[in-house]
């Protein structure tokens, strides 16, 4: 996407092309760096280990990058406000006994409650509050996740805690 709004900048009568060039290329090389730093780290995990459960199913794009499994959603469907019925909390908590999932995620934008329900009947760790992920918005100031890639390092790195991995160092160019 950055190099098609880039493109679309470059139409733009009065912007500066070669800094909008410049820009374009020092972010996506920032975006191949953290690309790099997620896969390496995600591939210390064995593939049946990679295992996720979230408030919904926010994270396909992720899943998929990286080979992770998704168990299950704390939210029966796309619909934030939507409340999972009493046997659907107990088929999740099944799901997350049966296939030994670590932790249940919940997201900064999203209330936590349900997910601390689930997380404490099944007797996992539930990340909540500031250990919440971000997944439909990014963070206020000052947050991890004010930015996507401050996010996405966020995000990373609570995963990869909860699979109980120290995550690496992060790229000289994502440092700062």
């Not at 139409?11 to 410049?22: C, E, I, Q, S």
């Not at 019925?85 to 249940?104: K, M, P």
């Not at 997201?107 to 936590?112: H, P």
């Not at 100031?141 to 990869?160: A, F, K, M």
């Amino acid at each position: 996407m950055a190099l098609n709004i880039a493109a679309g900048l470059a139409d733009v009568p009065g912007l500066d092309a070669a800094a909008v060039d410049a820009n374009t290329a020092d972010y996506v090389a920032e975006l191949d760096a953290l690309d790099e730093w997620i896969a390496a780290n995600v591939e210390q995990v064995p593939v049946d280990e990679r295992l996720l459960v979230t408030n919904h199913d926010a994270y396909t794009y992720f899943l998929h990058a990286y080979d992770i499994t998704f168990v299950g959603s704390v939210i029966p469907s796309f619909d934030d406000n939507a409340e999972p019925s009493a046997a659907e909390i107990d088929e999740l908590v099944e799901r997350i006994r049966e296939t030994g999932v670590h932790a249940v995620f919940s997201e900064a934008s999203i209330s936590s409650k349900t997910a601390e329900t689930i997380a404490a009947e099944a007797g996992v760790e539930v990340y909540a509050g500031d250990e919440a992920l971000y997944g439909d918005s990014l963070g206020r100031p000052g947050t991890d996740g004010e930015t996507y890639l401050g996010s996405q390092i966020h995000n990373t790195r609570l995963i990869l805690q909860s699979w109980g991995v120290e995550p690496s160092e992060l790229p000289a160019v994502l440092q700062g």
